[in-house]
């Protein structure tokens, strides 16, 4: 089957997960960015959106590219756009703003613990200061 650049492919039922052998990324779906003997893929942003926490965990932690991955021809077939371009890359900003944390080890987690889902990364961290600091006028 021929692939061009840009093309929506889906990851065929059963395929698994070349960096993690115990994640199975059947249904992925994303857009062709390089063709050599493996085909690289970005997620869209529906997949970016329903990555396991533990996947992207684990790929920041190895310095490995979560947002995108090189399969096989023979792992994909074409696929009807689910979203736009933009909407991958406004997905991604949010994602990674949030995820960045996670490569500085324990300190990550706890930081990713304060900011969690919040929509507002200020925000999360102003209410968790006023639970944790408590502050003593001086007379």
Known sequence: MLFKIGNSVKVKEGVICPDHDSL?????????????????????????????????????????DWSEMYLNPDEIEPAIPRDSEETVEETLEQMESKYAWLGDDKEGERILEVIGDAE??????KNHLEKVLSFYELM
């Open 24 to 64: 199975c990324i059947g249904g992925w779906q994303g857009r062709i960015f390089e063709i050599e003997e493996v085909i690289g893929i970005r997620w869209d942003s529906i997949t970016l959106k329903q990555l396991p926490e533990d996947y992207i965990k684990q790929s920041e932690e190895e310095g490995l």
């Open 120 to 125: 507002d990364e200020e925000d999360a961290w």
